[in-house]
């Protein structure tokens, strides 16, 4: 098996709401947050982030602004979704050998939709980890923990804001050394 040089950790925003007003096949990503992790020490080696401007929802529910902090102006003013997938794919094939890693499987799927319905090809080819069952697995817990739950589980506090992509995706980095070092969870 070939060694992994590095961990692309990706969480994305996307518009929602409470109310049933944007189905779940209709949701679209607003923020890529994304940074590549050096497999060998765990440092995050580069970031990436951008927020995308709707198409099918151009205007944000008032959950979806309270939710993730992310403003009607600042996706107004983003590029759309096939000109940040061009700008995000510049950036991720600065790298080799790396694997797609999202806390749950939505990222996946998000991106997945998002790329049909734009009818863009997927940036990534790598395959996929979902962490939220490996921590439930490394740690021998009975449940699945959200990602807040997962960085106290882990003796850690949250850093920066819940739901915008990139603190998330900062935040998933930091558990990677408690997922995949050989120690972990003993």
């Excluded at 529910?61 to 902090?69: E, N």
Aim: net charge neutral; glycine share 6%.
């Amino acid at each position: 098996m070939k060694k992994i040089k590095n961990y692309l950790v990706i969480d994305f925003e996307a518009t929602c709401c409470d109310q049933g007003s944007v189905p779940r096949e209709h949701m679209e990503i607003i923020e890529f947050g994304c940074v590549m992790v050096d497999a060998s020490d765990f440092v995050i080696v580069s970031e990436f982030q951008s927020f995308v401007r709707p198409a099918r929802h151009a205007q944000l529910t008032a959950f979806c602004r309270s939710l993730t902090s992310i403003s009607q102006q600042e996706v107004d003013a983003a590029p759309g979704f096939k000109e940040v997938v061009t700008q995000f794919k510049h950036w991720l094939y600065q790298y080799q050998d790396f694997v797609f890693c999202s806390w749950g499987d939505y990222d996946r799927k998000q991106l997945q939709q998002d790329c049909g319905f734009h009818r863009v090809p997927n940036p990534i080819g790598a395959a996929h980890i979902n962490l939220k069952p490996l921590m439930s697995e490394r740690f021998n817990l009975n449940k699945k923990l959200g990602l807040g739950q997962a960085i106290r589980h882990a003796g850690l506090e949250f850093s920066g804001t819940a739901h915008r992509g990139i603190d998330d995706a900062r935040n998933i980095a930091r558990l990677l050394p408690f997922l995949f070092e050989a120690s972990a969870g003993q």
